[in-house]
């Protein structure tokens, strides 16, 4: 199991948010690529980027830092989301060297984009699911929909997306651990990689993941804890290269 540090860009900065809330937030650095550069060294083999701005402006804001991320380290993939609307942002960020794009909210609210971004991209689309009590929520986690997350995962797998990223915004920053019987529901429903996301806090967390992880679960992101040091994030990856199985 991959374990994929988060870096979430606000005004250009590192930040974490609590529960998603762009006012509860505590700024880890001011220097992203410097940060990047923390996790790489400690052995990081894929990086998790989210345009906080982007996310409610829908539009990229932070765009500038994500691409200097990209070129600091060409080799680390990288996946990014927040603020992911059209195909021309799409081919924007994989020209700018990342990996992966996520497509959070318009994958809610036009789901044919999904279809389209998938063939004009294809390998290279990952879909958010930000869930509260198994609904999806959507703009940055302001509105929850009435779409059941499992539903729509059926949907998007079909279109032939790489992986779904599964966030608990209930968990999200709040070092509670992670809803592993909620992701575990959801690798079993479909036949695509489950990317866990929200409330991981410590070592024990990550054996909970990776018990679980036959089942579809392929990576976990993990955030403040990292930041603040109730996880060591070196030791957690090599906890997941020997224990987890899939």
């Not at 250009?12 to 992203?32: A, H, I, N, W, Y």
């Not at 797998?157 to 509670?176: C, K």
């Not at 690798?187 to 679980?212: F, H, K, M, Q, Y």
Request: net charge negative; proline share 4%.
């Amino acid at each position: 199991m991959l374990l994929i540090p988060a870096i979430d860009l606000k005004d250009g900065q590192c930040v974490r948010l609590r529960q998603g809330r762009m006012e509860d937030d505590t700024v880890f650095s001011d220097d992203p690529v410097e940060m990047a550069g923390r996790w790489v060294d400690a052995g990081a083999r894929r990086l998790h980027l989210v345009d906080l701005n982007g996310a409610f402006a829908g539009e990229p804001v932070n765009g500038d830092v994500v691409a200097a991320i990209a070129k600091a380290y060409p080799d680390l993939p990288i996946q990014v989301g927040g603020g992911i609307r059209d195909e021309a942002t799409i081919e924007a960020y994989l020209d700018a060297g990342v990996n992966y794009v996520i497509i959070g909210t318009q994958a809610v609210k036009e789901p044919e984009f999904v279809t389209r971004a998938c063939e004009l991209f294809p390998g290279q689309i990952i879909v958010g699911l930000d869930a509260k009590d198994g609904m999806v929520a959507i703009d940055g986690w302001a509105t929850v929909t009435d779409h059941l997350v499992m539903d729509l995962a059926r949907r998007f797998e079909q279109d032939g997306v790489s992986a779904i990223v599964y966030t608990d915004i209930g968990r999200d920053g709040m070092l509670n651990g992670p809803n592993v019987e909620a992701t575990k529901s959801l690798a079993v429903t479909v036949n695509i990689p489950i990317i866990a996301s929200g409330g991981i806090t410590n070592i024990d967390d990550i054996r909970e993941l990776c018990e679980a992880s036959p089942v579809g679960i392929m990576g976990a992101i993990t955030g403040r804890a990292i930041y603040e040091g109730t996880l060591d994030f070196a030791k957690a990856q090599r906890l997941a290269d020997a224990t987890c199985k899939q």
